[in-house]
C-alpha cells in the first residue's frame, strides 16, 4: 500500500483490495474511531501503518528512479496488476444483476473524469507566495478530507484530488519545507477523512455489498487508461508496457490468491 501511494495514477486502497485486507481494513479504522476495545484492530492498523511507512521511506527513491528511467516496465507493471485483479474483486459481488453495471460504469467515469480533470502530477506552477491565513488553512484540511479518499477508495490517486483542488504544488513544497502549520491542518483532514469515508464504506459493504463491489471494480477499470497514458505515447514503449504488465499479473495471480486465502481464514 506504501509503494502504491508513491505512484501517481495508484492508491493504496487498490493494494487492499488485491490483497484481500480491505473489508478488515474498513472495520478496523471503524472500531478504533468508535473507541472500542479491540486488541487485534489495533494491531492489524499498527502492522498496516508500520508495513506503509517503512515503504515509503525506503522504496521512495528506488520509485522514483523507475518512473523516471524506466517508467514503460514501472507504470505496465501497475497496469498488469491492477488489471489481473479485476475478476478476483468481480467475484465478490452477486451475478446477473444488471444494476452492477450501471454502478461498474460510474466507477468508470468518475476515475476518467478526474484523469482528464487533473491533469499531470508531475508538473507544478509557478505561484505566489505561502500563505498561513485562516481561510488557507482551513482549505488546506478540506483537500486534506478529500484526499484522504484516496488511502481509501481503489482506483483513486491523492494527486488527482489535490491538483483538482489547487493544492498540490502547496502541500508537496510544505513536504519538502518541513512547513509544520500547513501539515498540520491537511493531517487533520486527512484525519477525519479516514474515519467518515470508512464509516460511510461499512455501510455500504454490509447493506449493498454486490453494488459496492461493482463500483470499486470500476475505480479499478477506470485507473488502467491513466497509468498508460503516463508509461509514454510513443510506439517502442508498448513492448516496455507489456512486458511489465505481464510480470504485473503474475503478481496480482499470486497476491488475489493469498487474499483469498486471508479471506478464508477470517
Known sequence: MGIANLIPGVSGGTMALIGGIYDQLISSINSVASLKKN????FFLLTIIAGITISIFGFSHLI???MERIPGYTYGCFIGLVGGSIPFVMKRRTKGKRSNYLFMLLGIVLVVLLTFTAGDPGKVNETGEVTHSIGSLVYDSIAGFFGAASMILPGLSGAFILLIMNEYERIVN???SMDILILLFTAVGIFLGIILISRFLKKLLVKFPSATFSFLAGLMIGSIPDLALRAGTYPEVAFR??????FGLLMSFFLSKAGQRNDEEM
Open 39 to 42: 486488541r487485534d484492530a489495533v
Open 64 to 66: 522514483s528512479m523507475a
Open 174 to 176: 510544505a513536504v519538502s
Open 241 to 246: 508496457v507489456l512486458g511489465g504488465a505481464l
